[in-house]
């Protein structure tokens, strides 16, 4: 195994650099040590950084955090190859995609936010509070775009695919697995129940979803209007439900409500309880995070796995 990735220590930010320059040098990217490498350490699963290249291109290097990452990334490129010919926006074409690097050429377009390592909060490059226009109408038609994609599809594609039929117990088995590692309160798994008793609530359709849609993976322009998106090492072929639970989450239902007028006139899919479901999987989301905790191994992310289950956080001794 690659040392840069055995390595647990923390890397200072000039190790990190020297870490990119020497990697990118081994795959013949000769970078232009006269211009800065742009660091971005917010990423749970990758080391990024942006860069020149000596020709005066411009890449995003990425370098795995854990080992677990490796095998994310060999999933991803499978995704970004059926998806890079069906979308309306950008999406990466990895030119290098090694065990120890990964790099693209960058895609126009600002992310709508990015994450503050300290703080854990968003910085806004779009204005949350008033969504434009052309922003809530460009990523309806990029999801309806994306959600056209069916199972068969994926399949082919080597792409886990979930049937209708079998989302439900996809998603019970997915509690259970938390359950069983964390605990979750009565409460919370009383509500899970009910919600999969009940069919109402549920597609009898899945579709292709990114599966971690949240603003740092948006790229828009300088309109606003949604060009680009990153990061599909959760995508898979399922509820279709998953790619508005963020969203709701940081925008709020009002913008929800928008955002689903505008993808039903692209094309997508709703049903009467679509909105009511898409509710009940935000409100089951402590399970991605328990299930992110299970797959990385970090700590940090089982205590928010406990807390957003409503079971208490183990406190380290002093």
């Not at 068969?152 to 938390?178: F, K, P, Q, S």
């Not at 959760?234 to 409500?257: I, N, Q």
């Not at 991605?288 to 001794?317: C, N, Q």
Request: glycine share 6%; charged share 25%.
């Amino acid at each position: 195994m690659n040392d840069s990735i055995k390595k647990s220590t923390p890397l200072t930010k000039q190790e990190q650099l020297n870490q990119f320059r020497v990697l990118a040098a081994k795959y013949n990217l000769e970078l232009d040590l006269s211009q800065p490498v742009e660091l971005n350490d917010s990423g749970l699963d990758f080391l990024a950084a942006a860069a020149r290249s000596t020709d005066g291109t411009s890449w995003i290097l990425r370098i795995p955090r854990r080992p677990d990452v490796i095998q994310s990334a060999a999933y991803e490129a499978k995704v970004l190859q059926l998806v890079g010919r069906s979308l309306p926006v950008a999406v990466p074409a990895w030119h290098i995609n090694r065990p120890d690097l990964i790099a693209y050429r960058r895609l126009s377009g600002t992310p709508a936010a990015t994450v503050d390592a300290a703080s854990k909060a968003y910085k806004w490059h779009i204005d949350p509070g008033a969504l434009s226009p052309e922003f809530v109408r460009s990523l309806a038609e990029a999801m309806a775009a994306l959600h056209r994609i069916d199972g068969r599809t994926a399949g082919v594609a080597g792409l886990m695919a979930v049937e209708a039929v079998d989302l439900r117990a996809v998603t019970a088995a997915r509690m259970e697995v938390v359950r069983q590692a964390y605990g979750v309160s009565d409460e919370l798994w009383q509500r899970w129940q009910a919600w999969l008793a009940d069919a109402s609530y549920w597609p009898q359709h899945t579709s292709l979803i990114h599966g971690d849609l949240h603003p740092g993976h948006i790229l828009v322009d300088d309109n606003q209007r949604v060009c680009g998106l990153l990061d599909w090492t959760e995508a898979e072929c399922g509820d279709p439900a998953t790619d508005f639970a963020l969203y709701s989450a940081v925008f709020g239902e009002e913008a929800l409500s928008r955002l689903l007028e505008e993808y039903e006139k692209a094309g997508g899919r709703i049903w009467p309880r679509m909105k009511e479901h898409i509710a009940e999987v935000l409100g089951s989301y402590a399970v991605t995070i328990g299930l992110f905790a299970l797959k990385s191994g970090l700590e940090e992310y089982a205590d928010m796995a406990r807390e957003a289950l409503g079971v208490p956080v183990h406190k380290s001794a002093d």
